[in-house]
């Protein structure tokens, strides 16, 4: 079975400074996608960024961007310049197909100190 | 911008009574999922649903759970005869537009169901 594991429960920054959340994975497939989901206290999931897995450039969304290691199943994300409105919980998630089931990591809870 | 709409957003519950989470998906998306999320844990998959039918299910999508598509916008998760173990918030999900080659998949502001 296809397991998320995030192994920082809980992480901090200042504000203004970069951090980096991680992601590992467990798959025998070769093809899938890869998603990193915010959920802010509101508990709405809110898309930050996904990944192809046949695509080897990293995927960027403004201060968003990842680190996709393919051959050693890690994805992590990196959040520049973090702003207090980033703190959430961030759920790694991975996916086989178009279509098919999101699989979830436990969750980072990421606490950004002014 | 297009999104996914959930109502109610709270709804509180008796054991034992039937309840029915409402989901409004975006228009043009084909398929629909409904996901949990026990507080303090991760979401987890219940059910994904395509051409008006099931297309995948999970272990924890048992006999009391059934979804429907009655119309062409809305998506329903029933639960038969809630338990206390189904408190929990649930997402509903959908995802896919025609000619995408992505799959992502844009999450609903989520219900939250109290059993007392």
């Known amino acids: 079975a296809q397991t998320v594991t995030q192994s920082q429960p809980e992480m901090s920054v200042q504000e203004a400074e970069t951090v980096t959340l991680s992601c590992t994975y467990d798959?025998?497939?070769?093809?899938?996608?890869l998603f990193w989901y915010k959920q802010p206290p509101s508990r709405q999931m809110i898309l930050v960024i996904r990944q192809e897995a046949y695509k080897q450039q990293n995927a960027t969304e403004n201060r968003f961007s990842v680190n996709f290691q393919k051959a050693a199943k890690s994805f992590s994300l990196k959040i520049s310049d973090s702003q207090l409105g980033d703190a959430a919980m961030y759920f790694c998630?991975?996916?086989?197909?178009?279509?098919?089931?999101?699989?979830f990591g436990e969750g980072t809870q990421l606490t950004v100190n002014p | 911008e297009p999104e996914v709409t959930q109502t109610p957003s709270h709804q509180v519950t008796q054991m034992g009574q039937e309840v029915i989470l409402r989901c409004v998906p975006i228009?043009?998306?084909?398929?629909f999922y409904w996901y949990r999320q026990i507080l303090g844990q991760k979401v987890e998959f219940l059910v994904s649903?395509?051409?008006?039918?099931?297309?995948?299910k999970s272990e924890i999508f048992d006999d009391q759970f059934s979804v429907e598509r009655p119309d062409g916008s809305n998506f329903t998760l029933k639960i038969r005869s809630t338990k206390l173990e189904d408190s929990a918030m649930y997402f509903c999900?959908?995802?896919?537009?025609?000619?995408?080659?992505?799959?992502?998949?844009?999450f609903g502001p989520g219900t939250r169901l109290t059993v007392l």
């Open positions: 649903f395509y051409n008006n039918e099931i297309s995948e």
């Open positions: 999900a959908s995802g896919s537009p025609p000619g995408s080659i992505t799959d992502t998949q844009y």
């Open positions: 798959t025998s497939e070769s093809d899938y996608y």
């Open positions: 998630a991975w996916s086989e197909t178009s279509g098919s089931r999101l699989t």
């Open positions: 228009s043009n998306h084909l398929y």
